[in-house]
């Protein structure tokens, strides 16, 4: 139900913008975010955005570098990477909450997940 795309091969220093396009239902009035998983780690939450595209939060890791953003007209997540590093290499996966009205989204929510998109940042 839910694609992402975007993923690609990148120098470090560089920028890529992923984009989640949900299927067969629209998530307008849930939260959506980003996680990512690293070969050998856990999934890592990035990035989080309320359903009336509010109250972004950020991964540490990631605050000043990654924006989260949605086109609820288009049904339509992004999240723009800049200032990528190596260890910003994972597969990332797009997810949404089945929460009406939600604010966020957890890694234990009660959640939709997409399948992932690789991203592979080189030093």
């Known amino acids: 139900q839910l694609q992402a795309s975007g993923g690609g091969f990148v120098q470090a220093g560089g920028s890529l913008r992923l984009a989640c396009a949900p299927s067969?239902?629209?998530?307008?009035?849930?939260?959506m975010g980003w996680f990512r998983q690293a070969p050998g780690k856990g999934r890592e939450f990035v990035a989080s955005?309320?359903?009336?595209?509010?109250?972004?939060r950020y991964a540490d890791s990631v605050k000043g570098r990654f924006t989260i953003s949605r086109d609820r007209d288009k049904n339509t997540l992004f999240l723009q990477m800049d200032n990528l590093k190596p260890e910003d290499g994972a597969v990332y996966y797009c997810?949404?909450?089945?929460?009406?009205?939600?604010?966020?989204?957890?890694?234990?929510?009660?959640?939709?997940w997409g399948q992932g998109t690789q991203v592979t940042v080189s030093s």
């Open positions: 955005i309320s359903w009336n595209g509010r109250n972004p």
């Open positions: 997810v949404a909450s089945r929460v009406y009205g939600s604010q966020e989204v957890r890694a234990t929510g009660d959640n939709v």
């Open positions: 067969g239902r629209t998530f307008r009035n849930e939260a």
